[in-house]
């Protein structure tokens, strides 16, 4: 039965991801890296090479099946891509409802789950350093910059999809950089929520599949940094991650709405998070 706890728990963390990646401020890679799985996740990424492939066009079979599972993680990948699906699936309808309609508490509880990620990752920071407190300061100003930049007037043909899925999903891996705000600047969040709520095939297919090319260049980069110069890459993703808090703060109006309701709705979103990565702290993938 270990598998399938096994399965269970990765299928978790894939459905928190899931969630967070369609959250505008919010990363799917941050839900990774508290639940315990993010470098697993992009060293997994990077491996795949496709050299695979190669004796399947030749008729080997069996030498296809040996070095996919050579190259690729299974037991990772399909209950880690079963709960994202799950997640994008449900989660978006209620998040599109919630931003339409309660949109100050909503980016309250977003801005208390980012501060709890950040604090959660500075933690894993060994000693501090010059170097990791000017890769934070860095980390900070792009982000800051960045989240105040003003949507890309983009249309929605199937092109600027499959640009757009590229450059989300590297977005999504990272910790503190919200693939669904990449989507906002790009001008598809709303497009892609709405193709997801109607099932638009031609749609998600395009997206997917830039999302798979963007993901597999990027994650050898990010696997490279995490194996070298991991306290410097860690310290320029919370400046990151402090650097969005821009985006959920502009949204929140306390004029029309209860400070009080704001407040305790931020406090809910940071207790959550904590909770979340001392639950998984000890669960085992």
């Given at each position: 039965m270990n598998w399938l706890r096994s399965f269970i728990a990765i299928l978790l963390r894939g459905f928190l991801m899931g969630t967070?990646?369609?959250?505008?401020?919010?990363?799917?890679?941050?839900?990774?890296?508290?639940?315990?799985?993010?470098?697993?996740?992009?060293?997994?990424?990077?491996?795949i090479s496709f050299r695979f492939l190669e004796p399947l066009f030749k008729g080997d079979l069996k030498s296809f099946t040996r070095l996919a599972r050579e190259e690729i993680d299974f037991e990772l990948f399909i209950p880690?891509?079963?709960?994202?699906?799950?997640?994008?699936?449900?989660?978006?309808?209620?998040?599109?409802?919630?931003?339409?309609?309660?949109?100050?508490?909503?980016?309250?509880?977003f801005l208390g789950l980012i501060l709890a990620s950040a604090y959660l990752v500075f933690n894993r920071i060994d000693g501090f350093s010059l170097?990791?407190?000017?890769?934070?300061?860095i980390g900070f100003i792009f982000a800051f910059l960045f989240v105040g930049l003003n949507p890309i007037q983009a249309n929605h043909t199937l092109p600027v999809i499959f640009i757009s899925g590229m450059i989300a999903i590297c977005a999504m891996i990272l910790p503190g950089i919200s693939g669904a705000f990449m989507l906002l600047l790009l001008?598809?969040?709303?497009?892609?929520?709405?193709?997801?709520?109607?099932?638009?095939?031609?749609?998600?297919?395009?997206?997917?599949?830039?999302?798979?090319?963007?993901?597999?260049?990027?994650?050898?980069?990010?696997d490279y940094l995490l194996k070298n110069h991991e306290a410097t890459t860690m310290a320029f993703l919370v400046g990151l991650m402090i650097g969005t808090l821009r985006l959920p703060y502009s949204k929140i109006s306390i004029i029309?709405?209860?400070?009080?309701?704001?407040?305790?709705?931020?406090?809910?979103?940071?207790?959550?998070?904590?909770?979340?990565?001392?639950?998984?702290?000890?669960?085992?993938?």
């Open positions: 967070a990646d369609t959250i505008p401020g919010v990363s799917g890679g941050t839900m990774a890296l508290i639940t315990g799985i993010y470098e697993r996740l992009v060293h997994s990424i990077s491996k880690l891509l079963t709960g994202i699906g799950m997640a994008v699936l449900t989660v978006s309808r209620l998040i599109s409802f919630m931003i339409t309609y309660y949109a100050a508490y909503t980016y309250a509880f170097k990791n407190l000017i890769s934070s300061i001008n598809q969040y709303e497009y892609m929520l709405g193709a997801l709520t109607r099932f638009s095939i031609p749609d998600i297919i395009t997206f997917i599949t830039g999302a798979a090319i963007g993901i597999l260049s990027f994650s050898r980069l990010l029309d709405n209860s400070l009080i309701l704001v407040i305790i709705s931020a406090i809910i979103g940071f207790v959550l998070v904590i909770l979340i990565e001392s639950r998984f702290h000890y669960i085992e993938y």
